[in-house]
Protein backbone atom coordinates (compact mmCIF):
# COMPACT_ATOMS: atom_id res chain seq x y z
CA UNK A 1 0.00 0.00 0.00
CA UNK A 2 0.95 3.44 -0.86
CA UNK A 3 2.93 5.21 2.24
CA UNK A 4 4.78 7.99 1.83
CA UNK A 5 7.82 8.80 3.87
CA UNK A 6 8.08 11.21 7.02
CA UNK A 7 11.61 12.70 7.33
CA UNK A 8 12.80 12.62 10.79
CA UNK A 9 12.61 16.12 10.85
CA UNK A 10 8.93 16.01 10.19
CA UNK A 11 8.36 13.81 13.23
CA UNK A 12 9.86 16.36 15.25
CA UNK A 13 7.44 18.87 13.74
CA UNK A 14 4.92 16.61 14.74
CA UNK A 15 5.76 15.76 17.89
CA UNK A 16 6.18 19.78 18.80
CA UNK A 17 3.09 20.18 17.32
CA UNK A 18 1.05 17.75 19.12
CA UNK A 19 2.59 19.09 22.44
CA UNK A 20 1.78 22.71 21.41
CA UNK A 21 -1.79 22.34 20.60
CA UNK A 22 -2.54 19.83 23.06
CA UNK A 23 -1.24 22.91 25.44
CA UNK A 24 -3.61 25.55 24.61
CA UNK A 25 -6.75 26.17 27.37
CA UNK A 26 -10.09 27.33 25.61
CA UNK A 27 -10.97 30.77 25.89
CA UNK A 28 -13.66 32.99 23.90
CA UNK A 29 -11.31 33.77 21.37
CA UNK A 30 -10.78 30.36 20.86
CA UNK A 31 -12.66 29.24 17.26
CA UNK A 32 -15.62 26.15 17.69
CA UNK A 33 -14.98 23.22 19.26
CA UNK A 34 -15.01 21.04 16.12
CA UNK A 35 -11.80 23.69 14.80
CA UNK A 36 -10.21 22.67 18.29
CA UNK A 37 -10.81 18.97 17.99
CA UNK A 38 -9.02 19.09 14.15
CA UNK A 39 -6.44 20.97 15.29
CA UNK A 40 -5.63 18.74 17.97
CA UNK A 41 -5.86 15.47 15.90
CA UNK A 42 -3.40 16.90 13.46
CA UNK A 43 -0.11 16.10 14.49
CA UNK A 44 -1.53 12.01 14.85
CA UNK A 45 -3.41 12.56 12.05
CA UNK A 46 -0.21 13.07 10.05
CA UNK A 47 2.06 11.10 11.43
CA UNK A 48 -0.48 7.68 11.02
CA UNK A 49 -1.11 7.50 14.64
CA UNK A 50 -4.62 8.06 14.77
CA UNK A 51 -7.23 7.46 12.29
CA UNK A 52 -11.14 6.52 12.88
CA UNK A 53 -14.08 8.95 14.22
CA UNK A 54 -14.77 11.13 17.01
CA UNK A 55 -18.06 12.25 18.45
CA UNK A 56 -18.55 14.26 21.02
CA UNK A 57 -22.24 15.38 22.29
CA UNK A 58 -23.76 17.57 25.76
CA UNK A 59 -26.86 15.61 26.80
CA UNK A 60 -28.79 14.76 23.12
CA UNK A 61 -26.86 17.25 21.15
CA UNK A 62 -23.72 16.34 18.99
CA UNK A 63 -21.45 18.72 19.44
CA UNK A 64 -18.60 16.94 16.72
CA UNK A 65 -18.85 14.38 15.07
CA UNK A 66 -16.73 13.23 12.02
CA UNK A 67 -13.50 11.34 10.09
CA UNK A 68 -10.05 11.26 10.14
CA UNK A 69 -7.37 9.67 8.23
CA UNK A 70 -8.25 6.40 5.73
CA UNK A 71 -10.82 3.06 5.94
CA UNK A 72 -8.87 2.09 3.29
CA UNK A 73 -5.50 3.23 2.25
CA UNK A 74 -5.04 0.69 -0.59
CA UNK A 75 -8.30 2.52 -2.32
CA UNK A 76 -7.98 5.62 -0.50
CA UNK A 77 -11.36 5.81 0.83
CA UNK A 78 -11.57 8.16 3.93
CA UNK A 79 -13.48 7.38 7.46
CA UNK A 80 -16.46 9.77 7.69
CA UNK A 81 -18.75 9.72 10.57
CA UNK A 82 -20.82 6.92 8.75
CA UNK A 83 -18.11 4.34 8.60
CA UNK A 84 -18.60 1.31 10.63
CA UNK A 85 -15.34 -0.15 12.81
CA UNK A 86 -15.14 -3.11 15.25
CA UNK A 87 -15.69 -2.42 18.72
CA UNK A 88 -13.45 -4.83 20.48
CA UNK A 89 -14.39 -5.19 24.24
CA UNK A 90 -17.16 -2.30 23.84
CA UNK A 91 -19.12 -5.46 22.92
CA UNK A 92 -19.21 -6.48 26.61
CA UNK A 93 -21.82 -4.28 27.89
CA UNK A 94 -24.10 -5.24 24.94
CA UNK A 95 -23.37 -8.85 25.92
CA UNK A 96 -24.22 -7.92 29.62
CA UNK A 97 -27.53 -6.01 28.79
CA UNK A 98 -28.43 -9.21 27.07
CA UNK A 99 -28.15 -11.22 30.14
CA UNK A 100 -29.75 -8.34 32.07
CA UNK A 101 -32.87 -8.67 29.62
CA UNK A 102 -33.34 -11.85 30.19
CA UNK A 103 -33.19 -11.75 34.42
CA UNK A 104 -35.85 -9.05 33.35
CA UNK A 105 -38.03 -11.07 32.06
CA UNK A 106 -37.42 -13.61 34.29
CA UNK A 107 -35.47 -16.39 32.32
CA UNK A 108 -32.26 -16.42 34.20
CA UNK A 109 -30.87 -14.74 37.61
CA UNK A 110 -27.11 -13.44 37.56
CA UNK A 111 -27.22 -15.27 40.91
CA UNK A 112 -27.74 -18.37 38.80
CA UNK A 113 -24.10 -21.13 39.09
CA UNK A 114 -23.33 -21.80 35.41
CA UNK A 115 -23.85 -25.14 36.14
CA UNK A 116 -27.44 -24.35 34.98
CA UNK A 117 -26.45 -23.83 31.76
CA UNK A 118 -22.74 -25.64 31.38
CA UNK A 119 -22.94 -28.50 33.92
CA UNK A 120 -19.90 -30.42 32.41
CA UNK A 121 -18.25 -27.51 33.02
CA UNK A 122 -15.55 -27.90 36.03
CA UNK A 123 -16.13 -25.34 38.63
CA UNK A 124 -19.57 -24.73 37.42
CA UNK A 125 -21.23 -25.00 40.89
CA UNK A 126 -18.74 -22.44 42.08
CA UNK A 127 -19.25 -19.81 39.28
CA UNK A 128 -22.49 -17.57 38.91
CA UNK A 129 -23.49 -15.25 36.04
CA UNK A 130 -22.55 -12.57 38.03
CA UNK A 131 -19.16 -13.59 38.68
CA UNK A 132 -18.64 -13.90 34.89
CA UNK A 133 -20.26 -10.22 34.32
CA UNK A 134 -17.71 -8.74 36.75
CA UNK A 135 -14.50 -10.21 36.31
CA UNK A 136 -14.21 -11.87 39.24
CA UNK A 137 -14.75 -15.97 38.30
CA UNK A 138 -11.34 -16.93 38.35
CA UNK A 139 -11.58 -18.07 34.61
CA UNK A 140 -8.46 -17.86 33.02
CA UNK A 141 -8.38 -15.62 29.94
CA UNK A 142 -8.82 -17.38 26.61
CA UNK A 143 -7.04 -14.64 24.76
CA UNK A 144 -3.78 -15.95 26.83
CA UNK A 145 -3.68 -19.30 26.13
CA UNK A 146 -1.43 -20.72 23.47
CA UNK A 147 -4.07 -21.98 21.31
CA UNK A 148 -5.95 -19.20 20.72
CA UNK A 149 -3.96 -17.85 18.24
CA UNK A 150 -4.56 -20.46 15.30
CA UNK A 151 -8.21 -20.75 17.03
CA UNK A 152 -8.91 -17.30 15.99
CA UNK A 153 -8.50 -17.55 12.33
CA UNK A 154 -11.13 -19.67 11.90
CA UNK A 155 -14.49 -19.79 12.39
CA UNK A 156 -15.60 -20.45 16.14
CA UNK A 157 -19.05 -20.83 18.17
CA UNK A 158 -19.38 -20.05 21.92
CA UNK A 159 -18.93 -23.34 22.66
CA UNK A 160 -16.16 -24.41 20.62
CA UNK A 161 -14.24 -21.12 22.64
CA UNK A 162 -15.37 -22.58 25.68
CA UNK A 163 -13.59 -25.88 24.82
CA UNK A 164 -10.62 -23.67 24.48
CA UNK A 165 -10.51 -22.72 28.47
CA UNK A 166 -12.66 -25.16 29.94
CA UNK A 167 -10.47 -27.66 31.13
CA UNK A 168 -7.60 -25.00 32.57
CA UNK A 169 -7.48 -24.39 36.79
CA UNK A 170 -9.05 -21.48 38.24
CA UNK A 171 -6.63 -18.42 38.46
CA UNK A 172 -8.01 -17.91 42.04
CA UNK A 173 -11.35 -19.29 43.87
CA UNK A 174 -14.56 -17.16 42.29
CA UNK A 175 -15.40 -14.10 43.89
CA UNK A 176 -12.15 -13.33 45.97
CA UNK A 177 -10.49 -10.91 43.33
CA UNK A 178 -11.25 -9.15 40.08
CA UNK A 179 -9.08 -10.60 37.33
CA UNK A 180 -10.12 -9.10 33.16
CA UNK A 181 -10.73 -12.35 31.31
CA UNK A 182 -13.01 -12.39 28.00
CA UNK A 183 -13.70 -15.96 28.17
CA UNK A 184 -16.02 -14.97 31.02
CA UNK A 185 -18.05 -13.02 27.84
CA UNK A 186 -17.61 -16.16 25.55
CA UNK A 187 -19.80 -18.06 28.21
CA UNK A 188 -22.16 -15.02 28.61
CA UNK A 189 -22.58 -15.41 25.07
CA UNK A 190 -23.45 -19.23 25.19
CA UNK A 191 -25.66 -18.58 27.96
CA UNK A 192 -28.04 -16.38 25.99
CA UNK A 193 -28.15 -18.48 22.88
CA UNK A 194 -29.12 -21.45 25.42
CA UNK A 195 -31.74 -19.63 27.22
CA UNK A 196 -33.39 -17.59 24.34
CA UNK A 197 -33.30 -20.28 21.91
CA UNK A 198 -31.60 -17.66 19.39
CA UNK A 199 -28.18 -17.37 17.90
CA UNK A 200 -26.53 -14.42 19.71
CA UNK A 201 -26.57 -11.86 16.95
CA UNK A 202 -29.88 -12.68 16.54
CA UNK A 203 -30.75 -11.91 19.99
CA UNK A 204 -28.90 -8.97 19.53
CA UNK A 205 -30.66 -7.83 16.86
CA UNK A 206 -34.10 -8.60 18.11
CA UNK A 207 -33.66 -6.75 21.42
CA UNK A 208 -31.50 -4.07 20.76
CA UNK A 209 -29.94 -3.25 17.36
CA UNK A 210 -33.24 -3.21 16.04
CA UNK A 211 -35.25 -1.55 18.94
CA UNK A 212 -32.70 0.88 19.17
CA UNK A 213 -32.42 1.74 16.10
CA UNK A 214 -28.88 0.39 15.69
CA UNK A 215 -29.02 0.32 11.78
CA UNK A 216 -25.10 0.44 11.45
CA UNK A 217 -24.17 -1.73 14.63
CA UNK A 218 -24.01 -5.68 13.87
CA UNK A 219 -22.00 -9.41 15.28
CA UNK A 220 -19.84 -9.98 12.91
CA UNK A 221 -20.21 -13.55 13.49
CA UNK A 222 -19.63 -14.88 9.30
CA UNK A 223 -16.39 -13.58 8.21
CA UNK A 224 -17.77 -13.76 4.32
CA UNK A 225 -20.35 -11.25 5.32
CA UNK A 226 -19.96 -7.99 3.58
CA UNK A 227 -20.12 -4.83 6.11
CA UNK A 228 -20.71 -2.07 4.37
CA UNK A 229 -18.54 0.99 5.22
CA UNK A 230 -16.55 -1.06 7.51
CA UNK A 231 -13.20 0.08 7.96
CA UNK A 232 -9.87 -1.43 7.07
CA UNK A 233 -8.36 -2.86 10.25
CA UNK A 234 -4.01 -1.72 10.52
CA UNK A 235 -0.92 -1.12 12.65
CA UNK A 236 1.66 1.06 13.01
CA UNK A 237 4.96 -0.27 11.92
CA UNK A 238 7.83 1.92 11.05
CA UNK A 239 8.55 5.39 12.73
CA UNK A 240 5.33 6.60 10.61
CA UNK A 241 4.18 3.65 8.42
CA UNK A 242 0.96 1.57 8.42
CA UNK A 243 0.78 -1.89 7.53
CA UNK A 244 -2.75 -4.35 7.52
CA UNK A 245 -3.35 -6.09 10.79
CA UNK A 246 -3.17 -9.62 11.27
CA UNK A 247 -6.26 -11.82 10.16
CA UNK A 248 -8.55 -12.96 12.71
CA UNK A 249 -12.18 -14.71 12.30
CA UNK A 250 -14.56 -12.56 14.40
CA UNK A 251 -16.25 -15.36 15.43
CA UNK A 252 -13.80 -15.97 17.66
CA UNK A 253 -14.44 -12.80 19.69
CA UNK A 254 -18.12 -14.01 20.36
CA UNK A 255 -19.64 -12.37 23.24
CA UNK A 256 -16.63 -10.15 23.95
CA UNK A 257 -15.41 -8.48 20.78
CA UNK A 258 -16.93 -8.97 18.25
CA UNK A 259 -19.41 -6.03 17.13
CA UNK A 260 -19.14 -3.40 14.70
CA UNK A 261 -20.93 -0.07 15.08
CA UNK A 262 -20.91 3.81 14.29
CA UNK A 263 -19.87 6.63 16.53
CA UNK A 264 -23.80 7.58 16.10
CA UNK A 265 -24.83 4.16 16.58
CA UNK A 266 -22.82 4.10 20.22
CA UNK A 267 -24.03 7.42 21.33
CA UNK A 268 -27.23 6.19 20.56
CA UNK A 269 -26.76 3.06 22.90
CA UNK A 270 -25.34 5.36 25.48
CA UNK A 271 -28.33 7.50 25.56
CA UNK A 272 -30.50 4.74 25.66
CA UNK A 273 -28.51 3.12 28.80
CA UNK A 274 -28.62 6.14 30.64
CA UNK A 275 -32.29 7.20 30.26
CA UNK A 276 -33.34 3.67 31.37
CA UNK A 277 -34.86 3.18 28.07
CA UNK A 278 -33.07 -0.65 27.61
CA UNK A 279 -32.92 -1.78 31.62
CA UNK A 280 -34.66 -0.14 34.63
CA UNK A 281 -32.85 2.96 35.71
CA UNK A 282 -32.44 1.50 39.28
CA UNK A 283 -30.27 -1.24 37.75
CA UNK A 284 -28.18 1.38 35.44
CA UNK A 285 -27.76 3.30 38.56
CA UNK A 286 -26.48 0.23 40.75
CA UNK A 287 -24.35 -0.56 37.46
CA UNK A 288 -22.99 2.89 37.27
CA UNK A 289 -21.93 2.87 41.04
CA UNK A 290 -18.07 3.60 41.62
CA UNK A 291 -16.10 0.39 42.59
CA UNK A 292 -12.84 -1.19 41.14
CA UNK A 293 -12.74 -3.61 38.16
CA UNK A 294 -15.34 -3.97 35.13
CA UNK A 295 -18.84 -3.94 36.26
CA UNK A 296 -20.98 -5.38 33.37
CA UNK A 297 -19.45 -4.39 30.68
CA UNK A 298 -18.38 -0.94 32.20
CA UNK A 299 -15.50 0.41 34.13
CA UNK A 300 -16.45 3.45 36.49
CA UNK A 301 -13.78 5.54 37.95
CA UNK A 302 -12.68 9.37 38.36
CA UNK A 303 -10.77 11.22 35.50
CA UNK A 304 -9.83 14.29 36.44
CA UNK A 305 -11.47 14.68 39.63
CA UNK A 306 -14.96 13.62 37.63
CA UNK A 307 -16.93 10.20 37.76
CA UNK A 308 -16.58 8.49 34.14
CA UNK A 309 -18.35 5.98 32.72
CA UNK A 310 -16.67 3.97 30.28
CA UNK A 311 -15.83 0.98 28.16
CA UNK A 312 -12.77 0.87 25.47
CA UNK A 313 -11.40 -2.19 23.23
CA UNK A 314 -8.52 -3.63 21.62
CA UNK A 315 -8.61 -6.00 18.86
CA UNK A 316 -6.37 -6.69 16.27
CA UNK A 317 -6.54 -3.29 13.65
CA UNK A 318 -9.28 -1.89 15.93
CA UNK A 319 -9.47 0.17 19.05
CA UNK A 320 -12.21 1.74 20.73
CA UNK A 321 -13.52 4.24 23.79
CA UNK A 322 -16.75 5.35 25.17
CA UNK A 323 -16.59 7.39 28.38
CA UNK A 324 -20.27 9.12 29.49
CA UNK A 325 -19.61 11.87 32.41
CA UNK A 326 -22.64 11.72 34.11
CA UNK A 327 -22.02 15.48 36.08
CA UNK A 328 -21.63 16.77 32.73
CA UNK A 329 -24.00 14.63 30.67
CA UNK A 330 -20.39 14.79 28.41
CA UNK A 331 -20.32 11.66 26.11
CA UNK A 332 -17.09 10.99 24.45
CA UNK A 333 -16.53 8.42 21.24
CA UNK A 334 -13.37 7.38 19.60
CA UNK A 335 -13.30 4.83 16.31
CA UNK A 336 -10.09 3.36 15.08
CA UNK A 337 -8.82 1.12 12.84
CA UNK A 338 -5.77 1.00 13.99
CA UNK A 339 -4.13 -1.21 16.51
CA UNK A 340 -2.25 1.65 18.35
CA UNK A 341 -4.06 2.49 21.71
CA UNK A 342 -3.69 6.21 20.93
CA UNK A 343 -7.02 6.91 20.58
CA UNK A 344 -7.82 5.84 23.74
CA UNK A 345 -5.02 7.56 26.12
CA UNK A 346 -4.54 10.15 24.88
CA UNK A 347 -7.21 11.12 22.70
CA UNK A 348 -9.88 10.42 24.75
CA UNK A 349 -9.02 11.79 27.74
CA UNK A 350 -7.63 15.22 26.50
CA UNK A 351 -11.23 15.43 23.85
CA UNK A 352 -13.19 15.27 26.84
CA UNK A 353 -10.53 17.91 28.62
CA UNK A 354 -11.05 20.01 25.33
CA UNK A 355 -15.40 20.14 25.40
CA UNK A 356 -15.08 20.49 29.61
CA UNK A 357 -13.18 23.15 29.07
CA UNK A 358 -9.61 22.22 30.96
CA UNK A 359 -6.24 21.63 29.72
CA UNK A 360 -5.26 19.15 27.37
CA UNK A 361 -2.35 17.43 28.86
CA UNK A 362 0.46 17.08 26.32
CA UNK A 363 -0.02 13.77 25.09
CA UNK A 364 4.02 13.53 24.01
CA UNK A 365 7.45 15.10 24.71
CA UNK A 366 7.96 17.88 22.23
CA UNK A 367 10.13 16.89 19.45
CA UNK A 368 12.24 13.35 18.28
CA UNK A 369 15.76 13.64 18.11
CA UNK A 370 18.77 11.69 16.15
CA UNK A 371 20.36 8.93 18.19
CA UNK A 372 24.08 8.84 18.51
CA UNK A 373 25.75 5.13 17.83
CA UNK A 374 26.29 5.20 21.97
CA UNK A 375 22.95 6.21 22.57
CA UNK A 376 21.92 3.26 20.37
CA UNK A 377 24.39 0.89 22.35
CA UNK A 378 23.11 1.84 25.57
CA UNK A 379 19.68 0.42 25.44
CA UNK A 380 20.59 -2.13 22.77
CA UNK A 381 20.77 -5.57 24.36
CA UNK A 382 18.11 -8.64 25.53
CA UNK A 383 15.91 -7.62 28.79
CA UNK A 384 13.44 -9.45 31.15
CA UNK A 385 10.19 -7.60 32.79
CA UNK A 386 10.19 -8.27 36.44
CA UNK A 387 6.73 -10.19 37.95
CA UNK A 388 4.79 -7.62 38.12
CA UNK A 389 4.00 -6.66 34.04
CA UNK A 390 1.37 -8.29 32.17
CA UNK A 391 3.31 -11.12 30.98
CA UNK A 392 4.85 -12.23 34.22
CA UNK A 393 9.56 -12.53 33.70
CA UNK A 394 8.49 -11.79 29.51
CA UNK A 395 11.75 -11.37 27.39
CA UNK A 396 12.38 -9.02 24.94
CA UNK A 397 14.63 -7.16 22.87
CA UNK A 398 16.24 -3.86 21.69
CA UNK A 399 17.67 -3.43 18.64
CA UNK A 400 17.96 -1.76 15.46
CA UNK A 401 15.61 -2.19 11.97
CA UNK A 402 16.82 -0.04 8.89
CA UNK A 403 17.17 3.51 10.45
CA UNK A 404 14.79 2.65 13.38
CA UNK A 405 15.18 1.35 16.55
CA UNK A 406 12.74 -1.12 17.94
CA UNK A 407 11.04 -3.39 20.83
CA UNK A 408 11.04 -6.85 19.95
CA UNK A 409 8.33 -8.63 21.74
CA UNK A 410 9.09 -12.15 19.76
CA UNK A 411 6.61 -14.03 17.40
CA UNK A 412 7.70 -11.66 14.33
CA UNK A 413 6.39 -8.54 16.51
CA UNK A 414 8.31 -5.63 16.81
CA UNK A 415 7.42 -1.89 17.63
CA UNK A 416 9.23 0.68 16.19
CA UNK A 417 10.99 3.55 19.09
CA UNK A 418 10.58 7.03 18.48
CA UNK A 419 13.34 8.65 20.31
CA UNK A 420 12.69 11.83 22.46
CA UNK A 421 15.25 12.30 24.31
CA UNK A 422 19.29 9.65 24.59
CA UNK A 423 16.99 7.99 27.18
CA UNK A 424 13.36 8.23 26.14
CA UNK A 425 11.64 6.67 23.59
CA UNK A 426 7.94 6.77 22.84
CA UNK A 427 7.27 2.77 21.49
CA UNK A 428 4.88 3.25 19.21
CA UNK A 429 2.73 0.01 19.00
CA UNK A 430 1.38 0.82 22.21
CA UNK A 431 1.95 4.47 22.87
CA UNK A 432 4.09 3.65 25.58
CA UNK A 433 7.02 5.29 27.38
CA UNK A 434 10.58 3.66 27.38
CA UNK A 435 13.13 5.12 30.07
CA UNK A 436 16.44 3.99 30.77
CA UNK A 437 17.35 3.74 34.33
CA UNK A 438 20.14 5.87 35.26
CA UNK A 439 22.63 2.74 35.55
CA UNK A 440 21.91 1.68 32.51
CA UNK A 441 20.81 -1.96 34.22
CA UNK A 442 16.92 -1.83 32.29
CA UNK A 443 14.38 0.23 31.78
CA UNK A 444 11.07 1.24 32.95
CA UNK A 445 8.38 0.82 30.92
CA UNK A 446 4.41 3.13 31.35
CA UNK A 447 1.88 2.13 29.75
CA UNK A 448 -1.86 3.27 30.46
CA UNK A 449 -0.61 4.53 33.84
CA UNK A 450 1.34 1.56 35.15
CA UNK A 451 4.46 1.45 35.27
CA UNK A 452 6.93 -1.80 34.60
CA UNK A 453 10.77 -2.82 35.09
CA UNK A 454 12.70 -4.53 32.66
CA UNK A 455 16.52 -5.39 33.58
CA UNK A 456 19.04 -6.03 31.31
CA UNK A 457 20.25 -9.55 30.79
CA UNK A 458 22.60 -9.42 28.00
CA UNK A 459 23.70 -6.08 25.45
CA UNK A 460 23.18 -6.43 21.91
Given at each position: ??R ?6 R ?13 V ?12 V ?19 A ?9 G???A ?6 A ?16 T ?23 P?F ?10 L????S ?17 P ?25 S ?14 S ?11 L ?9 G ?7 L ?24 S ?14 L ?16 V???I ?21 V ?5 SP ?20 N ?8 P ?8 A ?21 Q ?9 Q ?32 V?P ?38
Amino acid sequence: MPRPPISQRRISVLLLALAVSAAVPLNAQDKTLADRVDGYLAPYVAGNNFLGAVLIAKGDKILVSRGYGNASYEFGVANTASTRFHIASVSKPFTAACILLLEQRNMLQVSDPISRFLPDFPYAGKITLEHLLTHTSGIANVNSLPDYDAASRFPQTPASLIKLFQNKPLNFEPGTKYEYSNSNYNILAFVIEQVSGKSYGQFLEENLFSPLALADTGHDGTATDLIKNGAIGYQPRGLTDLERAPYIDWSAKTGNGSLYSTTADLFRFVRAYRTGRILPQSVVDRIWTEKPGNNYGWFVRKKRGLLAVGSNGRSPGFTSSVEYYPGQDLTVIVLSNSYSPVSQSPISDDLAALAIGELARPPAPPSAIHLQAKDIQAIAGDYEFDQDYYRPNAKISIHTRGNALVLDWGNNFESAMIPVSPTEFIERQFWSMVRLLPDRSGFTYTSSGSTFRATKISPK
